[in-house]
């Protein structure tokens, strides 16, 4: 027969398995030894991890093929029902669309602006310790508590920001904040600015201060202007801080609940509603429990296929060396 | 595998995570009364857990041990929600308490329908029968009686005289035709005519529900529930009644953003006479004087209006109480404590200290609030009930009720898409 060579096959009676040599199959039993080992401390944390972790999230997926009330086990089957419902659902769609607009809003105002603070609080500025404590604060308060404080600051007529802008003749600017649905997306994004820019401030202050000074130096006594230095200099070796923490907000952004529920719990009628918001919704106020969990599978493909494809496109970079695998060489 | 050590603590480690799990997953435990040496233990659960109701409850519950020595009470208390998320959990697993709080309605009703639920009818005669009839309708299921109330309310217009007097209104709007006018007037006289509280959807659905009453009629709300069909032109015309109060924008400034009873809220804006009127239940004027100053003298109570045309009337009511079912198998005891709770006695007790509305008519005398005199007037002379709908419906249906409604007060949703959506789930929940 003309059979093509392929390299690698050992079928054939001319292929007959070369016996290993010695050495070789000591490191077989090496490496297995070596992987028992390795198995047998991961396997209270893997059990763990299986039990907590990838259990439930096998069991949303599974109950989101099912009509289900949260009692008992599901079992009126539907199919893709639930996710042919999610995809007609203007509330989800608007989720979707309200959860872009946030990311984006986050990329192109908050992460920029907390950049600025950084660069600025990084220059010999008296009291600059103060400032950053100042403007990290926020971060450290919790959600609820931001909810409840700027649900006061902002509400219409007596709130402190419509006394403020009265104050100063700009009174009509004010009045609507939380309350309108025009408004209400605008106002969210303020308070989340006002509370998360401080936290990236602090990573790119980070990643500023592992910047040797010699290279600015360098590149000023070579002529370049501040821009050019921070242009060509900073803002290259700040970069994987910056993907960090990029990857950070989008993260943030779709998994948005707390906020939102304390401040508007998503409305008014369902302006400011989250996939998160909506899942809560349906799960714990409705019982639809196997709607609510197609909903979260779906917030957890979206937060998936962002975090797998940052990794492999954006942090690849970043990622090198820090994994490890079984050959120990860091690949 | 060479390490034993290491494979136990895996096993350890995965006996505590099934058991954390176990744990999660059942979540409750069965009621574990009984007999024992001639006492029989008898649970309650209730959601008494703020005072003075808690330590009123308590003493009462003393002095029924005392009358009858051979019994113990064993208090559960538990916080509203989390009673709700229990008692779910509970009537799943098909073991109640003996004694539990109830709201009647469309929940009781479920658990009915299990088996789990002891029918009263018989064993709390006649004392049930003397008991005020609004009150005890929403734990009568099918000509039986499941419940025994302790308390009774309905919603209406909680208004300001003082307000309506500068308005140049002499007497409470009787037509919803009157109301509006009532409502124009008070906006003409610079003053905001309603409070609301658009960020709790529930506040908003008293209007809708009271106005399907007041046009489609009470059995038709019945009926509608049963044929998982909301689509009725009774219930489009109710929303176009709600369509048309909103159009006069009689809320007050910023209401689609505002709570219920935080300090710039629905509550205290009529507490504070920023807003003329609001549509609550009994509980309003303690809710006005503690989010807000609250407004004394000049607070006074209207039922809601007649919509001409309508099949409803004026004097059918919507609200809802409390009360107590027991289990199934639940001793004689605990119908002896239900008899016990809803006598004369206990009822003017529980009036005075507790400020709820008597079920009991001869407790009457114990009413000493003037707001909740009328109230009580109001409730007498009831022609109808309607429970509130998040309780008489399931609770999807309850809430997208609520979110429909709450998108035609927004203007998002026209009266025919409210009916449609509630329709919609309805039909899901089958």
Not at chain 2, 265 to 290: C, F, I, R, T, Y
Not at chain 2, 361 to 377: G, I, R, Y
Request: overall charge neutral; glycine content about 10%.
């Amino acid at each position: 027969m003309t059979s093509t060579y392929l390299p690698g096959t050992r079928s054939g009676p001319d292929a007959a398995p070369q016996p290993l040599p010695r050495a070789g199959r000591a490191r077989t039993r090496r490496r297995l030894l070596h992987w028992l080992t390795a198995m047998g401390f991961q396997l209270p944390a893997l059990v763990l991890f299986g039990v907590l972790v990838l259990l439930p999230i096998l069991f949303a997926l599974y109950a989101s093929f099912f009509r289900w009330g949260g009692f008992g086990m599901p079992s009126d089957y539907t199919g893709t029902d639930n996710f042919t419902r999610l995809f007609q659902d203007d509330v989800f769609l608007g989720d979707l669309w309200r959860c872009l607009l946030l990311v984006v809003l986050s990329l192109a105002l908050q992460l920029p602006f907390a950049l600025a603070m950084a660069v600025l609080l990084n220059q010999r500025i008296r009291g600059r310790a103060v400032y950053r404590m100042l403007f990290f604060a926020p971060y450290v308060l919790s959600e609820a508590i931001t909810g409840v404080l700027f649900g006061m600051i902002f509400a219409p007529g007596d709130g402190l920001a419509d006394h403020l802008l009265s104050d100063i003749g700009l009174g009509a600017l004010g009045g609507k904040w939380f309350s309108d649905p025009s408004t209400v997306m605008a106002t969210l994004f303020l308070v989340m600015t006002w509370k998360y820019f401080g936290f990236h401030m602090m990573l790119y202050l980070a990643g500023l201060q592992s910047i040797p000074a010699e290279l600015t130096e360098a590149a000023t006594v070579d002529g370049a202007s501040p821009w050019q230095r921070f242009r060509h200099v900073t803002l290259p070796l700040l970069a994987p801080t910056l993907r960090i923490s990029v990857f950070l907000s989008v993260i943030g952004s779709i998994q948005l609940f707390d906020l939102v529920w304390v401040v508007t719990a998503g409305g008014p009628d369902h302006h400011s509603e989250t996939m998160a918001v909506t899942m809560f919704q349906y799960g714990f106020k409705r019982y639809q429990v196997g709607y609510a969990s197609a909903i979260s599978v779906a917030m957890f493909a979206v937060s998936l296929v962002f975090a797998l494809a940052y990794q492999r496109f954006v942090l690849r970079r970043d990622l090198a060396g820090a994994t490890t695998n079984m050959r120990g060489d860091g690949a | 595998m060479g390490d034993p050590a290491l494979s136990r603590r895996g096993f350890l480690a995965a006996t505590a995570a099934a058991g954390l799990g176990m744990t999660a997953l059942s979540g409750c435990g069965g009621s574990d009364s009984g007999t024992s040496g001639g006492i029989t233990t008898v649970e309650w659960w209730n959601i008494s857990t703020t005072e003075p109701a808690k330590g009123v409850w308590a003493s009462l519950a003393k002095k029924f041990e005392a009358q009858n020595p051979k019994v113990k009470l064993k208090i559960v208390q538990l916080e509203n929600d989390a009673y709700k998320t229990k008692m779910t959990a509970l009537t799943a697993s098909g073991k109640l308490p003996d004694i539990f709080h109830t709201w009647g309605g469309g929940v009781l009703q479920q658990q009915v329908d299990a088996g789990l639920v002891k029918d009263l009818t018989d064993s709390t005669k006649p004392g049930a029968d003397g008991l005020l009839p609004v009150a005890k309708q929403a734990y009568i299921l099918d000509n039986k009686t499941y419940g025994i109330p302790f308390d009774i309310g309905m919603v209406g217009f909680w208004y300001n005289k003082a307000l309506f007097k500068r308005a140049g209104i002499s007497a409470p709007p009787a037509t919803w035709s009157g109301f509006l006018d009532a409502v124009k007037k008070l906006k003409a006289a610079g003053v905001t005519p309603l409070a609301l509280a658009g960020k709790e959807s529930w506040t908003g659905m008293y209007y809708w529900a009271y106005l399907a009453m007041r046009t489609a009629g009470i059995d038709a709300l019945k009926k509608a529930n049963d044929d998982k069909d909301f689509t009725g032109a009774g219930f489009v015309e109710a929303g176009q009644h709600l369509k048309d109060l909103v159009a006069l924008q009689p809320f007050q400034k910023g209401f689609l953003g505002a709570a219920y009873s935080t300090p710039t809220g629905q509550a205290a804006s009529v507490g504070n006479a920023k807003a003329a009127m609001e549509l609550m239940g009994q509980w309003a004027p303690s809710v006005e004087a503690d989010a807000g100053k609250g407004i004394g003298a000049d607070l006074g109570f209207f039922p809601f209006p007649a919509v001409e045309g309508g099949k409803g009337t004026v004097t059918e009511v919507f609200g809802g109480g409390g009360g107590h079912a027991l289990r199934a198998d639940a001793p004689q005891a605990a119908v002896d404590f239900l008899k016990f709770f809803a006598s004369e006695t206990t009822d003017a007790e529980l009036v005075k200290k507790t400020s709820v509305l008597p079920v009991v008519p001869a407790a009457e005398s114990a009413l000493t609030d003037a707001n909740l005199k009328l109230v009580q007037a109001q409730l007498k002379a009831a022609t109808g009930f309607q429970l509130y709908l998040d309780q008489a419906y399931a609770p999807a249906v309850g809430q997208q009720v609520n979110d429909s409604v709450a998108g035609l007060i927004a203007g998002s949703k026209s009266p025919a898409d409210v009916t449609q959506a509630i329709t919609k789930t309805a039909k899901e929940e089958q």
